[in-house]
Structures are given as C-alpha cells and as structure tokens.
C-alpha cells in the first residue's frame, strides 16, 4: 500500500462553553481512522476563524499532503470555504449527526463543486474502517492520474 500524506483538520463554532466536547470523541474517531492511511498531517487546535482556517491549509500545504480531510460543524462555513477557495488539492468532506455538521456540509459540498473542486462528503455517525475505505476509494484514483500527468511518455516508431 501507499503512504499518503494526509491533511486533517477541524472547524467548529463555539456556541457555548464546552459545546466542543460535543465533537471531540468524533474528531479523535476520524483521525485514528485517516492515520491507517499513511501520514496524518493534523492541525492542531480546532478552526474557529477564518483566519485560522487559511494559516491552516497555508502551513499543511507546505507539507505537500496529497488530500485534505476536513471535519465540519454547523456555521464552519465561513472558515472552510475561504481556507479551500483558491487551493487545488482533493478534498473530503467529513460531516456527523451532531452539531448541524450535515447541513454545514452539504452547504460546503455544493458551493465547492459550483466551483469545480474535486471534493467528496462522508456522513457517518462515528468514523472507523469504512471512512478510512471511503478516502482511499476517493484518494487512489486521483493519485494515479497526477502520477500519469507527471510521468513523460514517448513513442518511437
């Protein structure tokens, strides 16, 4: 198997104090899960701005990770969507059945692809070997193709 370099982190809005520890057993979850992968490039603490989100993604993409995985709450839309805007990188989606996560999610899902990103959304309720499956099957085809962009073949005859 490959390693992959894999790009994690996390938005919420903080509502009320402790709201976090709503999604923080799902969180750890996700990332526990992306590690089987390869390389887990993980940003640490949670996204609360839109700044953080663009230092986020500015700093993990100088670690040339081949994806993004984003973990998604309710209202995060303003931090995800300015932080992915103007990048290329493949990225996934990942939304829960707390804290409004789907609904931000599919927001964010639909404006990317308006856009002609390369994005896919996982909605699970807890995150294990079938997230883990779900990016590797979104991951492996979009790797091969950068490979082929990148390798020079010539034809003589």
């Known amino acids: 198997m490959d390693n992959y370099r894999i790009a994690f982190l996390a938005a919420f809005r903080i509502l009320r104090p402790g709201a976090e520890e709503i999604v923080m057993p799902l969180i750890r979850e996700a990332k526990k899960a992306i590690s089987k992968l ?15 989100g663009r230092k986020a993604v500015n700093e993990l993409l100088t670690q040339e990770p081949d994806i993004f995985v984003a973990f998604v709450a309710g209202g995060t839309e303003e931090i995800i969507y300015p932080a992915f805007r103007d990048i290329n990188h493949p990225l996934v989606i990942l939304a829960c059945d707390r804290a409004n996560s789907l609904a931000a999610a599919l927001e964010m899902l639909s404006r990317f692809r308006e856009m002609g990103k390369d994005v896919k959304l996982i909605y699970e309720t807890h995150y294990g070997d079938s997230t883990a499956k779900a990016i590797l099957d979104f991951l492996i085809p979009r790797k091969a193709v950068k490979k082929l962009r990148a390798t020079a073949i010539g034809v003589l005859g």
């Open 38 to 52: 390869g390389e887990l490039l993980s940003w640490e603490p949670i996204l609360t701005t839109p700044q953080e």
